[in-house]
C-alpha cells in the first residue's frame, strides 16, 4: 500500500487543535511513516512535534493546499498502532485531548520541542528555508554585502560549527538579539526548525579488528620494534574478535587513546559508537529466588489464572488475598507461565515508596528479562527502560500508574498490585485511572487481568459480586485467599480508646498500652513500625494570643511551615516567605510552629524513650533519589528500634523483627467530607496491622482512636473486610454514591468571581437542560435504570488557587447513558458563549480526591 497523506495529531494544547491535521507524506518518507510515529511538522509558523494516528490514500483536499511532513523523528514508531487507538478510548472516556492522552504513553525524553537552528546562508541561496523571505527563484538577487564588523563576528562564529540552534547564538551573543534578527529578515543568516528530543541515547566507542586472515598476519608482520603497543592491541582484539569497549581496552592493555588511533588510521582496526542502555541498577546484584512450592490456596488460584492464560482469553480477576497469604508469589509464578508461552506482563504497584522490596522480587526471579520505570529514575533512564521494552529485550515491566503504557506488543498479563490505591487515578490531565486503562488495554490483547488487594475498592468487589455491577464494564472473577503460608496467625489489634485515656489523665500522644508496647520490645531487641495518618496533621503556624494562622495571599489555603529552609510555603501556588517570629497581627511572640505530625511524634519518643533510634520517613526524609530504600535497609539491619512514618510506612513492608504496630490517631481523616473516608480508613489500618508478626514472633498491633466505636475501626481491628463492606455499601447505596452511581466532578475557574458564579450556574443550567432533553434528568432517588443529577454549582473545598476563584458541579449518574460527552459538549459551548482564554473548566472522570 502506498499512502500518500497522514493525519497527525499536533502537540499544541488548546480545544481547536484537538483533532486531527492532514500532511503530506514526501516521497522520501513513504514506507516509514507508520500509524504511532513520532514526527515534525509545519504549524502555522512554528515546527512542532505530532503522531501520526491514520493513513491515508487520497487527500481529502487539494493537494496543492497541503502541508508536507517536515521530519520523522524515530525510525521506529514509539506508539505502537494498539496504544494509539488506546489514547482514542482515553480521550472519549475521560474527556482530555487526544494529545495529552498520546504525551502520557511516551517517556518525557520523546517530548521534543521545536528548536531554531541558524546558518550562515550561502552565497548561492542554498540552505534558505522555504518560508524563508527568499525562495529558490530569489537567489538571483546578490546578497546583501554590507556587513558591519560586528556581524561578521556573529558569521564567523556560526560558520564555524556549520549550523548552531538559537539557544546557542543568544547565549554566544546575549546582547545581539535585535541584529541577529535583522540579519535572519535580511537572508544573511537562515533558520529553519526541527525537533530536538531532550535526551539523547547513550552510546560508547568501541574498537574492533579491521582486518582478518591473512591480512591479519600481514599487518601483524608490519609493525617496528617502535609500534610494539600498536601490535599488542591489534592482537588483542584479533584474538577476542569482538567489539570492545575503547575505555576498557585503553585500562586494560594500559595503552593510550593514541597507539589505538593509529591502528585505525592505517586501517587495522575500527572504532565506532555503539548504543549502550543506561541501567539504574548497575551493579546491584539481587538474590537469585527460586519459585516456592505452592500451598492449596495458590494452587487453585493458580490453576483458574494459568487456565485462562494458556486459552488466551480476556479475563479480569479480583484477587483478594488477606496480607502475606501470598500473592506476590503468585503473581511471580503466573507473570513465568505467561513469558513461557511469549507473551509479555506488566506488574503495576502503587508507589514508589513500595517498590524498593517489590523490585527485589521481580529482579531476584526474573532479573535482566525486567524492566523497572519508576519515577525516581533520571529521564534518561527511564527512556532506556522504556527502549527495552519497545525494543522486546525485556519481558516483565514492572512500575507505577504510567507502566500501563509499556509498548509490549504481545501482552499476556497485567498484575494491578493493592488495585485499591488512590495513586492509580492520576490527578493531572489526562485524568484516568490505571485500573480502567489496564482493563481495556487487556481486551485489546485477549490478556488477562489480576487485580490484587487485601483490602478491594468497593468499586472492584462490588463488580466482582453482581457480575459487573451497574456498568458492566467489566465483571471480574473473584479468586480468594484467606491463609499466611508461613502458618501465622493475623495479629490482634486492639483499640484504644483516646478519650479514655484523657479522663484517666494521660495527655500524650501514646496510650499507656502503646508505651508499654515499645518498652517491651526495646528491651527485647524487636522492632516496631508507628503510623500517623497524614491527612490529618498539617504544618501550619498558629498565633496562640490572636489565633491568626498564616495564608497563602493567592491560595485560600493556610501555609506551610518547612523547618529545614524555615519558611512557610504554599502547595498549591508554591509562593514562599521567610517564617515571622511575631504574630503579624497582633504582634504576639506566641507564634507556635507546628512541625510536620512525624516530627513531632519523633520529639515525644525521645523524651519517653532517652537513646531510642527512630526511623522517619516522611515527605520530608524521603525527598531525595535513593533516600526511600536507604532508610528501609537501615531498619530491616536493625539500626532503628522504630519506623515512624505517614502511610508510606504502611504497605508492602516485610521484616521478620517487627512486632508491634501502633496507629497514632487512627481517625483524622474520617471526618473529611469524602465519602470514601471511611473506605480509606479501613485500608490503611488493615495494611498497617498486617506489617506486624509476618514470620516465627507473634504480632501485637494497637489503633489509638477517639471514635473507637466507628465500623470502619472495628472491623479493621477484627480484620473483617466482609463486615465493613456489607456496612459501607449500604451507606453508599442510600446516598447514591459509587458503585451505585458514578460520579464526574467539573471545576470552573477564573479570577473574576461574579463572573464565574454566572459562568457556573450557567454551565450547570444548560446541563440540566440537556439531560432533559435526553430523559436523563431527575434525582437518583426515583426508580428509574437512568438517572443523571447536578449538584451545584457550589464553592470548591479550596475556593481559590493561584488567584483563581473556583466553583464545581458534580454530576451524578446511573445507567447507560453518555454522561461524559454531555459533559464535555455543555462545557465546550460554556467556553464559546464567553470567549475568554481566563476562563478554564477541568472535567474530572470518576475523581478519587474530592478535597
Ligand atoms: P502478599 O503479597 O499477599 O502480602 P507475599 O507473597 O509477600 O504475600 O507472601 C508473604 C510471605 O509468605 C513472604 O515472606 C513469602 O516469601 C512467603 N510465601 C509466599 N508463598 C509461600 C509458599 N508457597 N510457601 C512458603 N512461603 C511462602
Ligand atoms: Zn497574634
Ligand atoms: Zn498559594
Known amino acids: 500500500m502506498n499512502y500518500r497523506m497522514a493525519k497527525v495529531i499536533v502537540d499544541v494544547p488548546s480545544r481547536e487543535t484537538d483533532r486531527p491535521f492532514d500532511y503530506l507524506i514526501p516521497e522520501s518518507m513513504a514506507g516509514w511513516i507508520e500509524v504511532g510515529s513520532r514526527v515534525g511538522v509545519p504549524f502555522g509558523r512554528r515546527t512542532v512535534q505530532g503522531f501520526v494516528v491514520s493513513l491515508h490514500e487520497q487527500p481529502e483536499m487539494d493537494r496543492s493546499r497541503m502541508k508536507a511532513i517536515q521530519e520523522l523523528l524515530d525510525m521506529t514508531p514509539p506508539l505502537p498502532p494498539d496504544l494509539v487507538e488506546l489514547a482514542e478510548w482515553m480521550s472519549r472516556k475521560y474527556a482530555c485531548s487526544l494529545i495529552s492522552a498520546l504525551q502520557a504513553m511516551i517517556p518525557a525524553a520523546l517530548k521534543g520541542k521545536a528548536e531554531r537552528y541558524i546558518r550562515v546562508t550561502d552565497a548561492d541561496g542554498e540552505g534558505l528555508s522555504e518560508e524563508g523571505s527568499t525562495d529558490a527563484s530569489d537567489s538571483l538577487y546578490p546578497l546583501p554585502r554590507l556587513v558591519t564588523p560586528e556581524e561578521e563576528e556573529i558569521l564567523a562564529f556560526v560558520r564555524a560549527s556549520d549550523t548552531v540552534t538559537m539557544t546557542q547564538l543568544g547565549a554566544r551573543y546575549p546582547e545581539a538579539a535585535s541584529l541577529i534578527k535583522d540579519m535572519l529578515a535580511r537572508g544573511v543568516l537562515t533558520e529553519s526548525q526541527a525537533i530536538k528530543d531532550k535526551v539523547r541515547k547513550k552510546t560508547v566507542k568501541t574498537v574492533a579488528a579491521a582486518v582478518s586472515g591473512q591480512a591479519a598476519q600481514e599487518a601483524l608482520a608490519s609493525f617496528g620494534p617502535q609500534a610494539r603497543r600498536q601490535k599488542e592491541v591489534l592482537e588483542f582484539l584479533l584474538e577476542l574478535s569482538l567489539p570492545l569497549s575503547l575505555q576498557e581496552v585503553l585500562s586494560t592493555l594500559q595503552v593510550t587513546a593514541g597507539t589505538v588511533k593509529k591502528l585505525v588510521e592505517k586501517g587495522f582496526a575500527v572504532i565506532e559508537d555503539v548504543e549502550v542502555f543506561r541501567d539504574p541498577y548497575q551493579g546491584r546484584r539481587f538474590q ?439 456496612e459501607e455499601l449500604k451507606t453508599r447505596k442510600t446516598l447514591h454514591y459509587p458503585p451505585y452511581s458514578r460520579l464526574i466532578l467539573v471545576t470552573l475557574s477564573h479570577e473574576k468571581l461574579p463572573l464565574l458564579l454566572r459562568m457556573a450556574e450557567n454551565f450547570a443550567g444548560d446541563l440540566r437542560v440537556k439531560a432533559q432533553r435526553q430523559g436523563w434528568f431527575g434525582s437518583l432517588d426515583r426508580f428509574a435504570p437512568a438517572a443523571l443529577d447536578i449538584l451545584g454549582p457550589v464553592a470548591s473545598p479550596i475556593p481559590r488557587i493561584k488567584n483563581r476563584y473556583r466553583f464545581q458541579c458534580m454530576v451524578k449518574y446511573r445507567g447507560e447513558l453518555d454522561a461524559v460527552g454531555l459533559v464535555r459538549e455543555t462545557a465546550a459551548a460554556t467556553l464559546d458563549q464567553l470567549r475568554d482564554a481566563m476562563l478554564q473548566i477541568s472535567i474530572d472522570v470518576d475523581p478519587q480526591m474530592l478535597m
Open 288 to 726: 537469585r529466588s527460586e519459585p516456592l512450592t505452592r500451598t492449596p490456596e495458590q494452587e487453585q488460584v493458580y490453576h483458574r489464572l494459568t487456565e485462562s492464560l494458556d486459552a488466551e482469553r480476556h479475563e479480569v480477576f479480583l484477587l483478594h488475598g488477606v496480607t502475606g497469604s501470598g500473592k506476590t508469589e503468585v503473581y511471580l509464578q503466573t507473570i513465568e507461565c505467561c513469558i513461557a508461552s511469549g507473551r509479555q506482563a506488566i506488574v503495576l504497584v502503587p508507589e514508589i515508596s513500595l517498590t524498593p522490596q517489590m523490585v527485589e522480587r521481580f529482579k531476584g526471579r526474573f532479573g535482566a528479562k525486567v524492566a523497572v520505570m519508576h519515577s525516581r529514575l533520571s529521564t534518561g533512564e527511564r527512556y532506556d527502560e522504556w527502549r527495552k521494552i519497545r525494543e522486546g529485550r525485556v519481558e516483565v515491566a514492572i512500575g507505577a500508574r504510567s507502566a500501563i503504557f509499556a509498548p509490549f506488543n504481545r501482552l499476556g498479563l497485567i498484575v494491578m498490585d493493592e488495585e485499591h490505591e488512590t495513586s492509580y487515578k492520576q490527578e493531572e490531565t489526562p485524568k484516568y485511572h490505571a485500573r480502567d486503562v489496564a482493563v481495556m488495554r487487556a481486551r485489546q490483547h485477549g490478556a488477562a487481568v489480576i487485580l490484587g488487594s487485601a483490602t478491594p475498592s468497593l468499586e472492584s468487589y462490588h463488580a466482582a459480586r453482581s457480575g459487573g455491577g451497574d456498568y458492566g464494564e467489566f465483571a471480574p472473577v473473584l479468586l480468594e485467599m484467606k491463609q499466611r503460608p508461613s502458618g501465622s496467625q493475623l495479629p490482634g489489634v486492639q483499640i484504644v480508646d483516646m478519650r479514655e485515656e484523657l479522663k484517666e489523665g494521660n495527655r500524650s500522644m501514646f496510650s499507656r498500652a502503646l508505651h508499654q508496647g515499645i518498652a517491651a520490645r526495646l528491651e527485647r531487641g524487636e522492632q516496631t513500625v508507628l503510623l500517623l495518618n497524614r491527612r490529618g496533621y498539617s504544618t501550619f503556624v498558629m498565633c496562640r494570643t490572636c489565633g491568626y494562622v498564616a495564608g497563602c495571599p493567592d491560595c485560600d489555603i493556610s501555609l506551610t511551615y518547612h523547618q529545614k529552609s524555615n519558611n512557610l510555603r504554599c502547595h498549591y501556588c508554591g509562593y514562599a516567605e521567610v517564617a515571622p517570629s511575631v504574630c503579624p497581627e497582633c504582634g504576639s511572640e506566641h507564634i507556635r510552629y507546628f512541625g510536620t505530625g512525624t516530627q513531632r511524634v519523633e520529639g515525644e519518643l525521645a523524651k519517653l524513650f532517652p537513646g531510642i533510634r527512630v526511623i522517619r520517613m516522611d515527605v520530608d526524609t524521603t525527598s531525595e533519589k535513593g533516600a526511600h530504600e536507604k532508610l528501609l535497609q537501615a531498619f530491616r539491619e536493625k539500626k532503628g528500634d522504630v519506623l515512624l512514618g505517614t502511610q508510606m510506612v504502611a504497605k508492602g513492608l516485610d521484616f521478620p523483627d517487627v512486632t508491634l504496630v501502633g496507629v497514632i490517631a487512627a481517625d483524622t481523616a474520617l471526618n473529611f467530607p469524602d465519602f470514601r473516608s471511611a473506605e480509606k480508613t479501613f485500608q490503611l489500618l488493615t495494611q498497617v496491622a498486617g506489617r506486624a508478626g509476618r514470620h516465627q514472633l507473634p504480632g501485637e498491633v494497637f489503633i489509638q482512636s477517639y471514635m473507637p466505636e466507628h465500623y470502619s475501626i472495628v472491623h479493621a481491628s477484627g480484620h473483617d473486610y466482609l463486615s465493613f463492606v456489607r
